[in-house]
């Protein structure tokens, strides 16, 4: 599926600068230093990650971790306040009438 989506974007994005080469929006020159610079970024920021991954993996499992046992708190806590409020609301309409 991701595979897929890639390559749909891919196809939009080489159909997209033929039709502006085509319409001489911009020369093939210009295209071609625009796909080489966009090439080198994005090898750059892979090999980036590549060196940064074993950092990342052994800083970001541990905050998931904790952060699973948050978001647990989390939701027993907003179904606290929400019954905790349902239970205010009836007392109070029962005690108006």
């Given at each position: 599926m991701i595979g897929q989506t890639i390559s749909a974007f891919c196809v939009l994005g080489i159909v997209i600068l033929g039709m502006l080469v085509m319409t001489q929006a911009i020369t093939f020159d210009q295209l071609v230093s625009g796909?080489?610079?966009f090439l080198i970024v994005v090898?750059?920021?892979l090999v980036v990650l590549c060196f940064?991954?074993?950092i990342l993996v052994t800083v970001i499992l541990p905050w998931l971790v904790s952060l699973k046992a948050a978001l647990l708190w989390l939701?027993?806590?907003v179904l606290v306040v929400i019954a905790l409020a349902l239970i205010v609301r009836i007392a109070i309409s029962?005690?108006?009438n």
């Open positions: 796909v080489r610079r090898i750059g920021i940064l991954k074993a939701a027993v806590a029962k005690f108006q």
